[in-house]
């Protein structure tokens, strides 16, 4: 059974910064395409940074220069580093896995979140 577990979340002040981490279980974690995204109270989801089996990664414009996602296949666990924090960066955020196939990235997999708030 596939599990994808958050952690890191909390409370900051605009500046500050924060590692989320998602630690997954159940499948073969470093053939996945691995994402962060985020919900925003009474917005729709979207998708902040994402990294492939190759290791390569997109982000974002909004948090590009701000928010780097690594991972490490040994621990199983996907990281997301968020620096120079912003108000607009308050959201759910949640870690998904997926496999790309014809080149399209489909997540299947998704965890249960963990909140982010930043304050001015």
């Known amino acids: 059974q596939v599990q994808l577990v958050e952690s890191g979340g909390g409370s900051v002040q605009a500046g500050g910064t924060l590692r989320l981490s998602c630690v997954a279980s159940?499948?073969?974690?470093?053939?996945?395409?691995m994402g962060w995204f985020r919900q925003a109270p009474g917005k729709e989801r979207e998708g902040v940074t994402a990294?492939?089996?190759?290791?390569?990664?997109t982000y974002a414009n909004s948090v590009k220069g701000r928010f780097t996602i690594s991972k490490d296949n040994a621990k199983n666990t996907l990281y997301l580093q968020m620096n120079s924090l912003k108000p607009e960066d308050t959201a759910m955020y949640y870690c998904?896995?997926?496999?790309?196939?014809?080149?399209?990235?489909?997540?299947?997999?998704w965890g249960q979140g963990t909140q982010v708030t930043v304050s001015s």
């Open positions: 998904a896995a997926g496999e790309r196939v014809a080149g399209i990235v489909t997540y299947n997999y």
């Open positions: 159940g499948y073969t974690y470093s053939s996945y395409s």
């Open positions: 990294i492939d089996s190759d290791g390569s990664t």
